[in-house]
């Protein structure tokens, strides 16, 4: 284990380069399941969670190769069905293996994930998609078994769930319908820019989908896909973390590079509201911290609202913002470990009922504080390089779960961050 101890004070300057999208990489990944060609993905980060997504293909039976970014994959002959519980748990994004699985062999068998630090996270709505095309769903010993003797077939699906659209779901529900039997109408699909990039990479496979980016897909079944090279889109949550650090601790100004702006409208947006000069040009936007800071209130939504996963960093810019910011989160309500973290380091932070209160205080102080899952260890390192003194934050494997090299990245804007055993 390693921790992170950061010495606060620094001012951030000059440009970084944004990776690859972890959350687009692992379903991409996964439906490399779908063929027996060879698959090319570009710009996979290189985060614990792509690997242990590449762990649980070889265990299927895939070849993989990674260089520099670039994962080949070839699923000439799948040897397993099963993804196991010691490596389902480990990431829950292993779940999209089961729509893949269902399509090639018409069965799976896939532990469930159980919940995590951020909340319950049921699979209910991918379930009831994959039953919907006609599977065979029993759930034994905490692993769900899927079978479809005869093939699936194509069906009018409604994925909505009590907190809205589930992007996983949507795209398992995808994956499995792009070999059906006839045509699935997906309603309440997720809009997400990652669904629209898996949805992408399948087209380009030789899948028949339309109405990606939309509530309603139309999914034409083929009896097979061939082998595709793909760029996976920009990481536009960790292009809005290294935002918030610019509208925190930046010098004057910095600059995130290799960004889609489109996808990160709802969070400029949030941080011009706050007083930041955003300059968008190209595949770069250009932050200039606040002169004269205010707070915000902001609901998270999903695309294109404000993404739940940039909620832990909004609280640790508001924590030393002037006056009183809301944070509500609507998809996750009990994703607020950070909040009593960063009261620790003297934030002043109230959290019920899935909103947090925060009061801006004049100076955050380092104190030894504890990683807890990745977007609120993302949130720490923000903090933490506001505060006065040094901090702690042990387990800073959850940050590297899904930031690639962040401590470097933000050592080249100017941060003093020292990586060391734990
Ligand atoms: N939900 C259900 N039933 C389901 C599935 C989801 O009730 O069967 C609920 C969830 O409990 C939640 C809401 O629906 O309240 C949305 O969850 P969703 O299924 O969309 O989440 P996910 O697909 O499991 C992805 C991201 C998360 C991100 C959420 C929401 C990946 C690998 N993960 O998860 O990313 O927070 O969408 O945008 O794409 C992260 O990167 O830190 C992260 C947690």
Same mark, same amino acid.
């Given at each position: 284990?390693?921790?992170?101890?950061?010495?606060?004070?620094?001012?951030?300057?000059?440009?970084?380069?944004?990776? =690859?999208?972890?959350?687009?990489?692992?379903?991409?990944?996964?439906?490399?399941?779908?063929?027996?060609?060879? @698959?090319?993905? $570009?710009?996979?980060?290189?985060?614990?969670?792509?690997?242990?997504?590449?762990?649980?293909?070889?265990?299927?039976?895939?070849?993989?190769?990674?260089?520099?970014?670039?994962?080949?994959?070839?699923?000439?002959?799948?040897?397993?069905?099963?993804?196991?519980?010691?490596?389902?748990?480990?990431?829950?994004?292993?779940?999209?293996?089961?729509?893949?699985?269902?399509?090639?062999?018409?069965?799976?068998?896939?532990?469930?994930?159980?919940?995590?630090?951020?909340?319950?996270?049921? &699979?209910?709505?991918?379930?009831?998609?994959?039953?919907?095309?006609?599977?065979?769903?029993?759930?034994?010993?905490?692993?769900?078994?899927?079978?479809?003797?005869?093939?699936?077939?194509?069906?009018?699906?409604?994925?909505?769930?009590?907190?809205?659209?589930?992007?996983?779901?949507?795209?398992?529900?995808?994956?499995?319908?792009?070999?059906?039997?006839?045509?699935?109408? &997906?309603? =309440? !699909?997720? @809009?997400?820019?990652?669904?629209?990039?898996?949805?992408?990479?399948?087209?380009?496979?030789?899948?028949?989908?339309?109405? !990606?980016?939309?509530?309603?897909?139309? %999914?034409?079944?083929?009896?097979?896909?061939?082998?595709?090279?793909?760029?996976?889109?920009?990481?536009?949550?960790? !292009?809005?973390?290294?935002?918030?650090?610019?509208?925190?601790?930046?010098?004057?100004?910095?600059?995130?590079?290799?960004?889609?702006?489109?996808?990160?409208?709802?969070?400029?947006?949030?941080?011009?509201?706050?007083?930041?000069?955003?300059?968008?040009?190209?595949?770069?936007?250009?932050?200039?911290?606040?002169?004269?800071?205010?707070?915000?209130?902001?609901?998270?939504?999903?695309?294109?609202?404000?993404?739940?996963?940039?909620?832990?960093?909004? @609280?640790?810019?508001?924590?030393?913002?002037?006056?009183?910011?809301?944070?509500?989160?609507?998809?996750?309500?009990?994703?607020?470990?950070?909040?009593?973290?960063?009261? $620790?380091?003297?934030?002043?932070?109230?959290?019920?009922?899935?909103?947090?209160? %925060?009061?801006?205080?004049?100076?955050?102080?380092?104190?030894?504080?504890?990683?807890?899952?990745?977007?609120?260890?993302?949130?720490?390192?923000?903090?933490?390089?506001?505060?006065?003194?040094?901090?702690?934050?042990?387990?800073?494997?959850?940050?590297?779960?899904?930031?690639?090299?962040?401590?470097?990245?933000? &050592?080249?804007?100017?941060?003093? %961050?020292?990586?060391?055993? !734990?």
């Amino acid at each position: 284990m390693e921790k992170f101890i950061v010495h606060g004070g620094s001012q951030l300057e000059g440009t970084v380069n944004i990776s =690859g999208s972890k959350n687009a990489s692992l379903p991409i990944l996964a439906a490399t399941l779908l063929t027996r060609e060879q @698959c090319i993905i $570009r710009r996979v980060p290189d985060v614990s969670d792509t690997n242990y997504m590449l762990q649980i293909l070889q265990n299927l039976g895939a070849e993989v190769e990674r260089s520099s970014g670039n994962v080949t994959i070839k699923c000439e002959k799948l040897r397993s069905h099963e993804a196991p519980y010691e490596l389902v748990r480990k990431m829950r994004a292993s779940v999209c293996v089961m729509g893949p699985l269902l399509a090639r062999q018409n069965r799976a068998n896939v532990s469930l994930p159980g919940g995590c630090v951020i909340g319950d996270r049921p &699979i209910d709505l991918h379930l009831r998609g994959l039953k919907g095309l006609g599977a065979e769903v029993t759930v034994d010993g905490g692993n769900v078994h899927l079978e479809a003797r005869y093939g699936l077939n194509g069906q009018e699906i409604d994925m909505l769930g009590k907190h809205g659209a589930t992007v996983l779901g949507t795209d398992n529900v995808m994956m499995a319908a792009v070999l059906a039997k006839g045509t699935t109408v &997906i309603t =309440g !699909a997720a @809009c997400e820019p990652e669904v629209v990039d898996l949805a992408n990479f399948l087209n380009s496979m030789g899948a028949k989908i339309s109405g !990606a980016g939309t509530p309603r897909l139309e %999914i034409e079944g083929v009896k097979e896909l061939g082998g595709v090279d793909h760029t996976v889109i920009p990481d536009r949550i960790e !292009a809005g973390t290294f935002l918030v650090a610019g509208a925190m601790a930046a010098k004057e100004s910095i600059t995130v590079r290799r960004v889609n702006h489109e996808h990160l409208e709802a969070v400029t947006d949030v941080l011009s509201a706050c007083g930041c000069k955003i300059e968008p040009s190209g595949d770069t936007i250009k932050i200039y911290r606040a002169k004269n800071p205010v707070g915000a209130n902001i609901i998270t939504d999903p695309y294109p609202g404000f993404p739940t996963d940039m909620q832990a960093q909004m @609280c640790a810019l508001f924590a030393t913002t002037p006056g009183h910011s809301v944070v509500k989160d609507t998809i996750f309500p009990q994703r607020f470990m950070h909040a009593s973290e960063m009261k $620790r380091m003297g934030a002043n932070i109230d959290v019920d009922d899935g909103t947090a209160q %925060i009061q801006g205080v004049e100076q955050l102080s380092g104190a030894p504080v504890m990683a807890s899952d990745l977007r609120a260890s993302a949130a720490l390192v923000l903090a933490a390089m506001k505060a006065k003194g040094s901090t702690e934050i042990s387990r800073v494997y959850h940050i590297d779960r899904g930031y690639e090299h962040i401590d470097d990245k933000l &050592i080249d804007l100017g941060a003093n %961050i020292e990586r060391l055993p !734990a």
